[in-house]
């Protein structure tokens, strides 16, 4: 009987994990280009690259910033945030021009009772406002200048609801619109007008499922007859109400469209305008609506969040109470995302698309109740902060941004066969020298590596005072593609990429491993 022969050394190529996280399919069904896991990478078109960090643009506010209001002109363009001080017992929210970094002054609106408001930019011949409303304080009118509370009886005035009421605001063919809080009413104003006699458009005898109205936005469509504007109304309910039109007052000008029923939404701030259609977070995930009205409850893959459908089926189900729900997008980093509060003020997460590619990762790091755009960048409110995200600093606050990548578990071309795991190299792109540590998890093993992963960081080396040969000196990326050993016996493995750094781009392009099969006794 002859022994057991040992074979050569083979060598597995895999390209990088363009294709994102896949939290829908069995690990043991897996694209080779999917992850399991993949946090604070970014899939990108040929390789996967380490997000941007975040600053602190303003500190000093005082309490949780819970909105973030961009006022916008043609001639000028201004930032607010509005934080909850939890005083004992009467909290106290607030409103902070965070235009300029740095520490705020002294809040420019006091007194309020919370931090929870929604907002439009509106012009009408009067000027420009920024309008927000939050149904228990009354509705605020800022002109670039001053801000003004709309009542019944002030110099811009509602007249026909208690204003205190009105939770939810949006523009629709020249009227401002809100809707009552827990209620199915919506008001409207008269057109090119922020005040006047509000008149009330009632859903109740069309909602029969209930409820109240959550949301409330435009929808561009082209229905056959050319592009046209609809005014969408979701409620807790999920029962979506469409109706087109110009005058609710005249049947001859105003129309129901129709009634369709998709998953409950998730959060008060469930509707985002993206291009001429609107995304919806809902139980079903997050679903495109033009899409969604056809068939997103019969057909899944309508959603856009499909292929992460596990986790925001978790997510909803853990966390849908907390407050912190709200969908973004940059178009400035071809990403849109889903801020999931795990937990409520003190903990959040990103479930991040890439718009072009639309494979998904997930962000940590940062703690973000809310966003808004300014000045084409991605802000975020946090506790006692707002923060620039998505910043070339490639740190958090000057902290470490750290990563966690564990690939699809890949079988090499030979499955049934077992393996002996010695060797791996990925191939990074990089200015610098972050910490990495690959691994190989076998056999759907999902745990995280054992070995400390640790960075520190050093500065570059300046000119005519850095040391030749001891300095880092800056430069562009530079591919790094060292091995480095790994140990697994097994049928399949994964490859389990972490880093950790500071100040320094990183790019994967792919990994190279190292296995032997035939050896005695596996």
């Not at 907002?119 to 011949?125: A, E, K």
């Not at 811009?156 to 939810?168: R, Y």
């Not at 400035?332 to 801020?339: Q, S, T, Y």
């Not at 050993?485 to 990429?497: D, E, F, K, M, S």
Request: negative net charge.
């Amino acid at each position: 009987m002859f022994p057991a022969q040992k074979t050569a050394a083979q060598v597995g190529s895999i390209p990088a994990p363009v294709g994102g996280w896949n939290a829908r399919d069995s690990i043991a069904n897996m694209e080779q280009t999917d992850a399991v896991e993949m946090i604070n990478f970014f899939p990108s078109y040929s390789n996967v690259v380490l997000r941007g960090g975040f600053t602190n643009h303003a500190t000093g506010i005082s309490g949780q910033v819970e909105t973030l209001m961009n006022y916008s002109t043609g001639t000028q363009e201004k930032l607010f945030a509005i934080a909850l001080k939890r005083l004992i017992p009467t909290p106290l929210a607030q409103i902070y021009d965070v235009t300029t970094a740095g520490v705020v002054g002294a809040p420019v609106v006091t007194s309020l009772t919370n931090a929870r408001w929604e907002f439009i930019n509106v012009t009408t011949v009067g000027g420009s406002y920024l309008y927000l409303v939050n149904g228990v304080d009354a509705p605020l009118l800022y002109d670039g200048t001053t801000w003004a509370s709309v009542t019944a009886i002030s110099t811009i005035a509602i007249t026909g609801v208690t204003t205190t009421s009105l939770d939810n605001i949006t523009l629709f063919k020249n009227r401002v619109w809100f809707t009552q809080k827990e209620s199915l009413k919506a008001w409207y104003l008269p057109t090119n007008a922020v005040g006047g006699a509000a008149q009330a458009l009632d859903l109740s005898s069309i909602a029969k499922f209930g409820g109240h109205i959550t949301d409330v936005a435009t929808w561009t469509i082209d229905a056959g007859y050319g592009v046209d504007d609809n005014l969408v109304f979701i409620t807790s309910n999920g029962e979506c109400i469409v109706y087109s039109g110009t005058d609710p007052a005249s049947s001859a000008t105003w129309s129901l469209i129709g009634v369709w029923k998709l998953g409950a939404p998730i959060g008060d701030r469930c509707f985002m305008k993206y291009g001429g259609d609107i995304l919806i977070i809902t139980y079903d995930g997050l679903i495109p609506l033009a899409a969604s009205l056809q068939s997103s409850r019969l057909d899944p893959r309508v959603a856009l969040s499909n292929k992460i459908q596990g986790a925001i089926t978790t997510a909803s189900n853990l966390y849908a109470d907390h407050f912190g729900w709200q969908i973004h997008y940059s178009a400035k980093n071809n990403a849109v995302w889903v801020n999931v509060p795990v937990q409520e003020g003190n903990n959040q997460e990103q479930y991040v698309m890439n718009t072009i590619t639309k494979s998904w990762c997930k962000f940590q790091g940062w703690k973000a109740n809310c966003w808004e755009s300014f000045g084409d960048n991605p802000y975020f409110g946090g506790k006692n902060f707002v923060g620039r995200a998505w910043d070339e600093t490639y740190a958090d606050n000057k902290t470490d941004i750290t990563t966690n990548v564990l690939q699809a578990f890949n079988y090499f071309d030979q499955r049934g066969i077992k393996k002996y795991f010695t060797r791996a190299r990925p191939s990074l792109f990089t200015d610098g020298l972050p910490a990495v540590l690959i691994s190989m998890n076998i056999d759907y093993d999902v745990s995280d590596p054992t070995a400390a992963l640790s960075y520190s960081p050093s500065a570059y080396g300046v000119w005519d005072v850095g040391i030749w040969d001891t300095s880092a000196w800056g430069q562009d990326l530079m591919i790094t593609n060292n091995w480095q050993g790994v140990t697994g016996i097994g049928y399949c493995g994964g490859v389990h990429l972490k880093s950790a750094s500071q100040t320094l781009q990183l790019e994967w392009a792919a990994t190279d491993v190292v296995y032997q099969t035939g050896w005695a006794g596996i």
